[in-house]
């Protein structure tokens, strides 16, 4: 079973932290997304990596940044967490090339007061 | 911006009733994919259709595509209240299979 495996299910920050989020995948794959989700707008891309080192905005990065060091992990990092960005977080992963589907993380709720 | 949008944004149905959703995309795709995702949890993927393929089945789901409409749809029969979910659909533009999705389609399926 390919296993994507985020950090946190739950978060709660403050305004102005600097907050992580990490995400494993065990099946070797080489791409690796993270999305937001918020009620009534779906999923919007923030990041999307397709190599180690290697990143690509998605369509809302505002705010965030990415890290991947190492082929199975990506990082979620929110240089300065504020309000708006409460919200579900949701990593998935799937192998480069056509037609492949996509395995996504539990998700992890990230409320920022 | 959103590639996919889901009609309708939310359905309720009875049991053994079956329940159709569309998803309409604006541009041209290499596949078209659903996923279904249970309260608060991540998403699990059902069905992928080419952009070159009309039709596609999968127990109980039949997904269609029609690439001239940009518009997909996914039926799922004789539903059960385990079917109580948002679906979503996804669509992937290149290699590379980065996926857009859509602001999804929930279902209430009232046993």
């Known amino acids: 079973d390919v296993k994507v495996t985020q950090s946190s299910r739950y978060l709660v920050k403050r305004t102005g932290e600097k907050v992580f989020l990490e995400c494993v995948q065990d099946m070797d794959h080489e791409n690796m997304f993270w999305y937001r989700q918020d009620p009534g707008l779906g999923l919007r891309l923030i990041y999307f990596s397709y190599d180690v080192k290697m990143k690509e905005k998605g369509d809302i990065p505002e705010g965030y940044s990415v890290s991947r060091e190492k082929k199975e992990r990506f990082s979620l990092i929110l240089e300065s967490a504020s309000t708006n960005q409460t919200s579900m977080y949701l990593c998935?992963?799937?192998?480069?090339?056509?037609?492949?589907?996509?395995?996504f993380g539990q998700g992890t709720r990230l409320t920022v007061v | 911006s959103q590639q996919g949008e889901e009609d309708p944004q939310a359905l309720s149905i009875q049991e053994g009733e079956n329940a159709t959703m569309n998803c309409s995309y604006k541009?041209?795709?290499?596949?078209l994919q659903w996923y279904r995702q249970n309260s608060g949890r991540g998403l699990v993927h059902l069905i992928l259709i080419r952009s070159n393929e009309r039709e596609k089945h999968s127990g109980r789901l039949r997904v269609t595509l029609d690439t001239s409409k940009k518009s997909s749809s996914l039926l799922i029969t004789a539903s059960r209240a385990a079917d109580t979910a948002s679906y979503f659909c996804?669509?992937?533009?290149?290699?590379?299979?980065?996926?857009?999705f859509g602001g999804g389609t929930r279902v209430l399926v009232k046993p």
């Open positions: 996804a669509t992937a533009k290149a290699a590379g299979n980065k996926l857009t």
């Open positions: 541009t041209s795709i290499n596949n």
């Open positions: 998935a992963t799937n192998r480069q090339g056509m037609n492949t589907e996509a395995f």
